[in-house]
């Protein structure tokens, strides 16, 4: 049974930084393209960052200030967020999808807070 956990929200004030984490379990990690979705109140789910076989991808809105990445031997993967705006407050979720296939599953979430 496929499992997505996500930790590492809070509360921040602008500027600060968050290391947002997501432990997988029952698929072979390799196979997936990991993500990072978010979704604010009001507002629909939007891609965050995703990585793949090393590639990454990042939405405009946070190029330059968040980095995706992965530890394949612990089955997880990282979202840092620096310079952190009170636009980025929403809830993170972690994403996987078996490239190639329908397969996609989603984490419950972890809400990240950037106020003053």
């Known amino acids: 049974q496929v499992h997505l956990v996500e930790s590492g929200g809070g509360s921040v004030q602008p500027g600060g930084s968050l290391r947002l984490s997501c432990g997988a379990s029952?698929?072979?990690?390799?196979?997936?393209?990991m993500s990072w979705y978010r979704q604010a109140p009001g507002n629909e789910r939007e891609r965050v960052a995703s990585?793949?076989?090393?590639?990454?991808y990042y939405a405009d809105s946070v190029k330059g200030r968040f980095t995706i990445s992965t530890d394949n031997a612990k089955n997880t993967v990282f979202l840092q967020m620096n310079s952190l705006k009170p636009e980025d407050t929403a809830i993170f979720y972690c994403?996987?999808?078996?490239?190639?296939?329908?397969?996609?599953?989603w984490g419950q979430g972890t809400q990240v807070t950037v106020s003053s």
């Open positions: 994403n996987a999808r078996a490239v190639g296939t329908n397969n996609n599953y």
């Open positions: 029952g698929f072979r990690f390799s196979d997936y393209a």
């Open positions: 990585i793949y076989e090393g590639s990454t």
